[in-house]
């Protein structure tokens, strides 16, 4: 028997709010434990919650992006449960009347995955179980994450393997981090993840019971576990059990999710609408508005780079991969009017040498005015392209421009005749034996002599005329 995975994805990402979802509290990460915490995040009795706007106008940026409903009223609701590191002893979150409801993605093979919901939520504080000489006894709280703005983003079980939900997570992420809505940062925990999984013979309609799985902090982690535990769950079966519906922790040391509580240990958040808080009216203009701010998504400008510069979709896909690189590959372009040109330096070249340093494509050094200056040079005949590879690293680490370099350097291209017929006499005179085969009618002893004139100009000369030259020389 073949069974099939299905999966469902609850994406918590933090809002790119300056302050908290309900206080003035700093939201920068990093700041020495309890720095920013305030009566409110803190949930100290007859302490008040204050909406913040840009938390509502950042969740429906990202739920138009997606195509959701954005709810004309939408409720905040109290979500009790009893841990340390939630101070008020309940979340408040959104339940029965979310922000936004529908939509959905497409992903790589045309799949779509809809949206059940994207629902306004605050973070909880963090519980400190090491780095302190008594913490075999003690867990410390950092509540400076408690009151952080979230959007739960919640999918549909549209997803059919391990792969493709990391490959759905990893272009929700893009997504947000395009619309500028979440930094992207996963190690600080500004994306989390926690997926549901089931699996079903093949061919069957109803979904078999589902597991969830807790903590995935990456696009590893998500296939990994999930690929652990849909061998877990068909192993059970095809040994005649049972799949318990669970929480799971996935455990990336081991490799290996294990039971974090049943279905009988569940919650009972006891939801019920938060008082003080009055229902949350997103009006039509406001929507508009937050319209009007809406980037070109990734989708329609790769189609647009396709269409409008005759790159290939295979350029278009990778230009269009953050806003910083299509921002940089579109000023070089209009200034050069060689597209394809300037998309190969930039995947190329420029791509690497980011790559090398670790540099990220907002801070890259190199303009794209100064990039435009070195394809012109190459695009004139004035160096040929492997010199410009030279002159390239040159102006990455100086911020000298191409014209600069080449002048100073002497690196331009030969082109005068008479040098180059010069240079093919010298070839001619110092490589006999060659010249003697290909009179012989050796074809292939032309490009080792083409190639000994490109080592004596020191790669200067303009391969085409070289080429001409020393032919025009030797059937002399
Ligand atoms: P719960 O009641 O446990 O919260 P929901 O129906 O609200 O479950 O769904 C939570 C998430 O689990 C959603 O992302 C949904 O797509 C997914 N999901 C629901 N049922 C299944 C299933 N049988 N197999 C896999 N994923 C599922
Ligand atoms: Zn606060
Ligand atoms: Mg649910």
Same mark, same amino acid.
């Given at each position: 028997?073949?069974y099939e995975?299905?999966i469902?994805?609850e994406?918590h990402?933090?809002?790119?709010t300056r302050?908290k979802i309900f +206080?003035?509290?700093?939201t920068?990460?990093?700041a020495p434990p309890n720095?920013q915490? +305030?009566?409110?995040?803190?949930?100290?009795?007859?302490?008040l919650? %204050?909406?913040?706007r840009q938390?509502v106008?950042?969740? !429906?940026k990202?739920?138009?992006?997606?195509?959701?409903?954005?709810?004309?009223?939408?409720?905040f609701a109290? @979500?009790n449960?009893?841990y340390p590191?939630?101070p &008020?002893?309940?979340?408040i #979150?959104?339940y029965?009347?979310?922000?936004a409801?529908?939509?959905?993605l497409e992903i790589?093979?045309?799949?779509?995955?809809?949206?059940?919901?994207?629902?306004?939520?605050e973070d909880?504080?963090k519980s400190?179980h090491?780095?302190?000489?008594?913490?075999?006894?003690?867990?410390y709280?950092?509540?400076?994450?408690?009151?952080?703005? /979230?959007?739960?983003?919640?999918?549909?079980?549209?997803l059919r393997?391990a792969?493709e939900a990391a490959g759905?997570?990893a272009?929700l992420?893009?997504i947000?981090?395009?619309?500028?809505?979440n930094?992207g940062n996963?190690?600080?925990?500004s994306?989390r993840?926690d997926a549901n999984v089931?699996?079903r013979p093949?061919?069957?309609h109803?979904?078999g019971t589902?597991t969830?799985v &807790?903590?995935l902090?990456?696009?590893?982690h998500v296939q990994k576990?999930l690929?652990?535990?849909?061998?877990?769950?068909?192993d059970?079966l &095809? +040994?005649?059990?049972?799949?318990?519906?669970e929480t $799971?922790?996935?455990? #990336?040391?081991?490799?290996?999710?294990?039971s974090?509580?049943t @279905?009988e240990e569940?919650?009972?958040?006891?939801y =019920?609408?938060?008082?003080?808080?009055?229902p949350? %009216?997103v009006?039509? *203009?406001?929507i508009?508005a937050? $319209? *009007?701010t809406m980037p070109?998504l990734?989708e329609a400008?790769r189609?647009?780079?396709v269409a409008?510069?005759?790159?290939?979709?295979?350029d278009?896909?990778?230009?269009?991969q953050?806003?910083? /690189?299509?921002d940089y =590959?579109?000023r070089?372009?209009?200034?050069?009017?060689?597209?394809k040109a300037?998309?190969?330096? !930039?995947?190329g070249?420029l791509?690497?040498?980011?790559?090398e340093r670790g540099t990220?494509?907002?801070? !890259?050094? /190199?303009s794209?005015?100064a990039?435009?200056g070195?394809v012109?040079?190459?695009d004139?005949?004035?160096?040929? #392209?492997?010199? *410009? @590879?030279? !002159?390239?690293?040159k102006?990455?680490?100086?911020?000298? #421009?191409?014209?600069e370099?080449v002048?100073a350097e002497g690196?331009a291209?030969?082109?005068?005749e008479s040098a180059?017929?010069?240079?093919?006499k010298e070839v001619?005179a110092?490589h006999?034996?060659?010249v *003697?085969?290909?009179?012989?009618?050796k074809q292939?002893?032309?490009?080792?002599?083409?190639?000994q004139m490109?080592k004596?100009s020191g790669g200067?000369?303009?391969?085409k005329l070289a080429n001409?030259?020393? &032919?025009?020389v030797?059937d002399r």
């Amino acid at each position: 028997m073949q069974y099939e995975p299905v999966i469902g994805l609850e994406i918590h990402a933090q809002l790119n709010t300056r302050t908290k979802i309900f +206080c003035g509290c700093s939201t920068a990460f990093g700041a020495p434990p309890n720095t920013q915490v +305030c009566p409110v995040c803190l949930g100290l009795p007859g302490a008040l919650p %204050v909406l913040n706007r840009q938390a509502v106008d950042y969740a !429906v940026k990202a739920a138009l992006a997606f195509g959701c409903d954005v709810q004309p009223l939408s409720i905040f609701a109290r @979500k009790n449960y009893f841990y340390p590191d939630l101070p &008020k002893g309940y979340q408040i #979150s959104q339940y029965e009347r979310p922000l936004a409801t529908g939509g959905g993605l497409e992903i790589a093979g045309g799949t779509r995955v809809g949206l059940t919901r994207i629902h306004l939520e605050e973070d909880a504080g963090k519980s400190l179980h090491e780095g302190f000489a008594d913490s075999d006894r003690r867990t410390y709280i950092d509540y400076n994450r408690s009151g952080v703005p /979230l959007i739960e983003i919640v999918t549909e079980p549209d997803l059919r393997s391990a792969a493709e939900a990391a490959g759905f997570f990893a272009h929700l992420r893009d997504i947000l981090v395009w619309l500028g809505v979440n930094d992207g940062n996963m190690e600080e925990g500004s994306l989390r993840c926690d997926a549901n999984v089931s699996v079903r013979p093949t061919g069957q309609h109803a979904f078999g019971t589902k597991t969830e799985v &807790k903590n995935l902090n990456s696009f590893r982690h998500v296939q990994k576990a999930l690929e652990h535990e849909i061998e877990r769950q068909i192993d059970l079966l &095809k +040994c005649g059990g049972r799949v318990v519906q669970e929480t $799971r922790l996935w455990d #990336s040391s081991s490799g290996r999710t294990h039971s974090m509580r049943t @279905k009988e240990e569940a919650h009972d958040y006891r939801y =019920f609408p938060e008082p003080d808080l009055p229902p949350l %009216v997103v009006e039509a *203009a406001r929507i508009e508005a937050v $319209r *009007a701010t809406m980037p070109e998504l990734p989708e329609a400008r790769r189609r647009r780079f396709v269409a409008a510069y005759g790159l290939p979709e295979y350029d278009a896909g990778v230009l269009t991969q953050s806003a910083a /690189l299509a921002d940089y =590959f579109e000023r070089a372009a209009a200034e050069t009017g060689n597209p394809k040109a300037v998309s190969n330096w !930039v995947m190329g070249e420029l791509l690497r040498t980011l790559n090398e340093r670790g540099t990220p494509v907002e801070a !890259v050094p /190199l303009s794209p005015r100064a990039l435009a200056g070195l394809v012109r040079l190459v695009d004139q005949g004035t160096i040929s #392209s492997s010199i *410009a @590879k030279e !002159v390239f690293a040159k102006m990455y680490d100086s911020g000298r #421009s191409a014209e600069e370099i080449v002048a100073a350097e002497g690196l331009a291209q030969i082109g005068d005749e008479s040098a180059l017929a010069a240079i093919a006499k010298e070839v001619i005179a110092a490589h006999a034996d060659a010249v *003697a085969q290909y009179r012989a009618g050796k074809q292939a002893t032309f490009g080792f002599l083409v190639g000994q004139m490109m080592k004596r100009s020191g790669g200067k000369a303009n391969p085409k005329l070289a080429n001409q030259i020393l &032919k025009r020389v030797l059937d002399r």
